[in-house]
């Protein structure tokens, strides 16, 4: 090559003995390509100063190479609320994006905007991440929608096999059982749930089957009345547990759906005059930032999120490169503090 003459991935291909196609995968981070042979392609490309030209890859290919993340209102009174756990997913999806060559496109929507007509006429990425839905029966139509238009997405949430479309998700009931487990090791056996537990709020309703099962395992009765539905903000939480202790029944714990649901069920508590964990273990779900600033750091079920932002956005690009691609079940972990 001419001091001024343009390096090209053929010129690539030729110095490390592979073919084109092969430099073009290794340069997005395809993980078809093997870690030795990305390794010195990279290394290449870094010596001649090779970067990649976006726009004439995308135009080839017919792509945008753009996915949008798409966070939902979960039609809640908080205005313009992010559940706190899919805001931690933000940055693992961004990275993950960068590594794989892609730009993100980022989005706040209401399930009653028809967003997903929008996408369909837009065009403006390749493919869509839905995080957040509020009541699941109202997304399922739009779901339903999106598969019917072919559009390439994927989603966090519920994982079984009435789920729609590409779905990653937490493993809700075993992490129920890990809860439940943890506080029947306490001592604990009327663990009341807090959380709309019902095909609108699916994951809700696995943790609690979760809990359900060790407690019958162990000998221990379910009782409905130790149910209370409860949405995923620290005020239903509040208003939960009130209503329980209203109820006069004997609950020595309660295992809450959700991390901000556990938080509000801690100022009920204690204005009610109950200790945490002396009178009463608590146990959250998800391990949010602020579970861990409360004034009793709140022991919870965390999920995740560094491996779901990079299991979503593969899986996302393995449907738009046409690659079987498979639900996953991502393992939950107890985090035991103060409060259990």
Request: charged fraction near 25%.
């Amino acid at each position: 090559m001419g001091a001024n003459d343009k390096v090209t991935s053929f010129d690539i291909a030729t110095l490390a003995g592979v073919s084109q196609p092969t430099v073009s995968r290794a340069l997005r981070g395809d993980k078809t390509v093997s870690e030795g042979t990305r390794l010195r392609i990279e290394a290449i490309a870094r010596q001649l100063n090779y970067t990649v030209d976006k726009n004439a890859s995308s135009l080839r290919r017919g792509k945008s190479n753009t996915l949008a993340l798409l966070f939902f209102e979960d039609l809640l009174p908080d205005e313009s609320w992010i559940n706190p756990f899919f805001l931690s997913m933000l940055g693992p999806i961004l990275q993950t994006c960068a590594k794989r060559g892609y730009d993100l496109l980022t989005s706040f929507q209401q399930l009653s905007t028809d967003w997903h007509v929008d996408y369909e006429d837009s065009r403006k990425a390749d493919g869509i991440i839905l995080l957040g839905y509020g009541d699941y029966e109202i997304y399922r139509i739009r779901l339903e929608q999106l598969v019917a238009q072919g559009t390439h997405f994927v989603r966090w949430g519920s994982v079984d096999q009435h789920a729609l479309g590409m779905t990653i998700g937490c493993d809700n009931r075993r992490g129920g059982r890990d809860a439940g487990a943890h506080l029947i090791a306490r001592g604990c056996s009327r663990i009341a749930f807090l959380g709309d537990a019902s095909s609108h709020y699916p994951e809700f309703r696995d943790r609690y089957a979760g809990l359900s099962d060790v407690l019958r395992e162990a000998g221990h009765a379910v009782d409905p009345g130790l149910h209370v539905d409860a949405l995923s903000t620290e005020q239903s939480g509040y208003e939960g547990a009130s209503r329980l202790i209203a109820r006069d029944v004997k609950f020595d714990s309660i295992f809450a759906g959700s991390d901000l649901i556990a938080i509000g069920a801690l100022r009920a508590l204690d204005e009610h005059g109950l200790s945490v964990p002396g009178d009463v273990a608590l146990i959250g779900f998800d391990d949010i930032p602020a579970a861990s600033l409360t004034r009793q750091p709140l022991t919870t079920v965390a999920q995740d999120y560094l491996r779901a932002g990079e299991v979503l956005v593969d899986a996302l690009i393995g449907q738009i490169d046409r690659k079987p691609v498979t639900p996953t079940l991502l393992a939950p972990r107890l985090v035991t503090r103060m409060t259990a």
